[in-house]
Nanobody, 121 residues
């Protein structure tokens, strides 16, 4: 019923920038908080940044000052602007959103399929 699709990943040199997008589609009544996560090989998935329904943002210390999360509610899309990328940022990036499909506002968590970000030194 609901799909999240990430895009914008790729290969970039250290110090470069990428902009990830996460577009939600399907039967959407309301989207609550949205989070960007990442998972590097051999490591657990970790939370990178979140944005609430009214635009309040939070960041992991490792990306503060370098990453910016934003959302366009009219397009049901969230973005992650990543600057000053470091090899340690290499991972698969996932978005996660709480989505309600009706006015009952029974929010359910959905995950995207992920997009690979590779930062070369």
């Amino acid at each position: 019923q609901v799909q999240l699709v990430e895009s914008g990943g790729g290969l970039v040199q250290a110090g470069g920038s990428l902009r990830l997008s996460c577009a939600a589609s399907g039967r959407i009544f309301s989207i609550n908080a949205i989070g960007w996560y990442r998972q590097a090989p051999g490591k657990q998935r970790e939370l990178v940044a979140t944005i609430s329904s009214d635009g309040i943002t939070n960041y992991d210390d490792s990306v503060k000052g370098r990453f910016t999360v934003s959302r366009d509610n009219a397009k049901n899309t969230v973005y992650l602007e990543m600057n000053s990328l470091e090899p340690e940022d290499t991972a698969v990036y996932y978005c996660n959103a709480g989505v309600a499909t009706s006015s009952l506002r029974a929010y359910r968590n959905y995950w995207g399929q992920g997009t690979q970000v590779t930062v070369s030194s």
